[in-house]
């Protein structure tokens, strides 16, 4: 379990943290949304000792990240949103040379980086440079390497960008692996479908202030599905016309009717005045929709 408590950061003048206060449980997966330049990457960078915090402290498992910084650390696993490693080494020398800060001889490191390395999908890459791995490769040796002290919580930033499918679909079994392990993981990430389908709680932060903690469950009950129309001719007396049902806008050449489900009387509004209904169908709820409903301060 670890905990941020009031953490605030400053970068010269610029307050890029505000209290930041919320914690993640054993067994449990929370995403942290917002948009960019929100504060998610600073709020981990501390979290994992690389970056001080302003004031606040981050508690791993009972350790506090400052004054207890090298057992804290030890009891966390971290991957950046951009890995950065010595690209002459082959891998499996550069997780060995990295399992060394963790005390393991070159034997147990050299057997427990080929065991995680195809654990993670490169066991067929393990002698190849670090050069020579695609960017999702990467994150695949950083998700490798996250894992070598065998920790209890981790801190996933931005873990998707610049994973194919196939790597998002392993990132989410990973993860849901660890958590049926017992560990405590938070991960940022702007795939806000992905948040949806793996995390039990979402924390949202906006302009370096939390502005909601919410179970997923909530999340989904406060997220109102919505209708898409395709009509003929598109206009804006076709906007004014159904503006009384919800919130209109206009996606991709349809009608986008926000915190709708029944469609009859707008189809048939829309027909009684002259236009041809050519396709209705519902928007699933989603995160996104929360999210910017908090942001406008529409949901409390």
Known sequence: ???????????????????????????????????????????IRIGVGVLPPTSGDVIIDGFSIIKDKREASRRIGWVPEKPIFE????????????????????????????????????????????KEYSYGMNKRFALAVSMINNPENYMFDEVLNGLDPSGIAFFRNLTLKLKHEGCSILFSSHILSEVESIADRVVFIHEGRVIADMKIDEIRSRAKPSLKITIHPLD?????????????????????????????????????????????????????????????????
Request: net charge neutral.
């Open 1 to 43: 379990m670890f905990e941020f408590q009031g953490i605030t950061k400053f970068f010269g003048t610029h307050k890029a943290l505000d209290n930041v206060t919320f914690r993640v449980n054993r067994g449990e997966i929370v995403g942290y949304v917002g948009l960019n330049g929100a504060g998610k990457t600073t709020t």
């Open 87 to 130: 690209h002459d080494f082959k891998a499996i020398d550069y997780f060995v040379y990295l399992a060394g800060f963790y005390g393991l001889s070159m034997s147990e490191a050299r057997s427990l980086g080929r065991k995680l390395l195809d654990e993670v999908g490169l066991g067929d890459a393990t002698d190849k440079k670090l």
């Open 236 to 300: 804006n007396r076709a906007i004014e016309l159904v503006k009384e049902f919800g919130e209109v806008s206009i996606e991709k050449n349809q009608l986008i009717i926000r915190n709708v489900t029944e469609s009859s009387e707008i189809v048939e509004k829309l027909v009684l005045n002259g236009y041809k209904v050519l396709e209705v169908s519902k928007m699933e709820r989603d995160l996104e929709q929360v999210f910017f409903r908090l942001i406008k301060g529409e949901l409390q």
